[in-house]
């Protein structure tokens, strides 16, 4: 399997244009580790962790995995940014304007700067505030999402105002959504719920057998899961709203992972559109290494 090089692997320095994307709690340091072992650049979801749980889940991932970190601006804990800059190759940032002296205090630890966006100004922001790297976020994406767009216009868009790397995200999960957004302009794919259905995720099983299960269509943007964390809406499966509406005091935005005691149905359960792609709970490795031979393929 032959692969092109892009600016991505060449600053980022691993093999394919592939990240994970960072999904909290769900991004284990097994998974990172998988994603860094097939080619890819693993995730750490920083959110929730302080400096010392960070370091430790850092160095359970290996040290010689190529893993980035990622921390959701509401919750940032300065502390363990500057554990992430020091000892990662890549530290980004979401859901909160481009800020360049947190930026600056990246690049002072040692690491790449990337910032996900959902529109083009916003991407001009990161651009403005010294970020190395642009995720740029389609309204396919599971999770939470910051635009309104979807992917394949915006990414064109941004493409057009910036000449920074970039990473497409939203709704891929297979070898020719990958080929796509590389012929399109993008440095490298972003993986996301596609990565949920894996072994290393810390998901419960519930779960990823609804992901599993659930058609293309069965996802909507809401703000059901909003407790802690107002007016920033998500991406879920459709159950899981209708579901919640009969267990209110369940609205918590964490997702149900394997020690989860509650009522799964009602959870937040995060999705993109590419859920219709996943038919099985697989390695992570095997899976990055399926798809991007389907994507070298066409390309």
């Known amino acids: 399997m032959t692969f092109p090089d892009t600016r991505f692997t060449a600053l980022v320095g691993c093999r394919l244009p592939i990240q994970q994307a960072g999904m909290g709690a769900v991004s284990t340091p097994a998974l990172a580790a998988a994603v860094a072992r097939a080619g890819g650049l693993g995730m750490i ?66 690491a790449l700067a990337a910032w996900q966006v959902g529109s083009r100004d916003e991407a001009l922001a990161a651009e403005a505030a010294g970020c190395d790297v642009v995720v740029v976020q389609g309204v396919e994406a599971g999770g939470h999402i910051r635009g309104t767009s979807p992917l394949a216009p915006l990414l064109v868009s941004v493409r057009a105002a910036t000449a920074l790397p970039l990473v497409a995200a939203g709704g891929i999960a297979t070898g020719r959504a990958i080929a796509a957004v590389i012929e399109a302009g993008a440095d490298a794919a972003r993986i996301g719920t596609r990565l949920v259905a894996t072994v290393e995720a810390d998901v419960h099983p519930a ?93």
């Open 45 to 110: 979801g920083a959110a929730g962790l302080d400096a010392r749980q960070l370091a430790s889940a850092m160095a359970a991932a290996g040290p010689d995995a190529r893993i980035g970190v990622n921390f959701l601006v509401p919750f940032l804990d300065l502390a363990a940014v500057d554990v992430a800059a020091a000892h990662s190759a890549l530290v980004e940032c979401f859901y909160g304007d481009p800020d360049s002296p947190l930026v600056a205090r990246v690049h002072d630890g040692g």
């Open 207 to 299: 779960y990823a057998d609804k992901l599993v299960q659930a058609p293309a269509a069965d996802t909507v943007v809401t703000e059901a899961f909003s407790m802690g964390w107002p007016a920033a809406p998500h991406r879920v499966l459709r159950s899981c709203v209708a579901a919640s509406e009969t267990a209110p005091s369940n609205r918590s935005p964490l997702p149900p992972t394997r020690s989860f005691m509650g009522n799964v149905d009602a959870a937040a359960l995060y999705a993109g559109t590419s859920v219709g792609d996943i038919h099985a709970v697989e390695p992570a490795e095997a899976v990055i290494r399926r798809l991007v031979a389907d994507a070298a393929d066409l390309l």
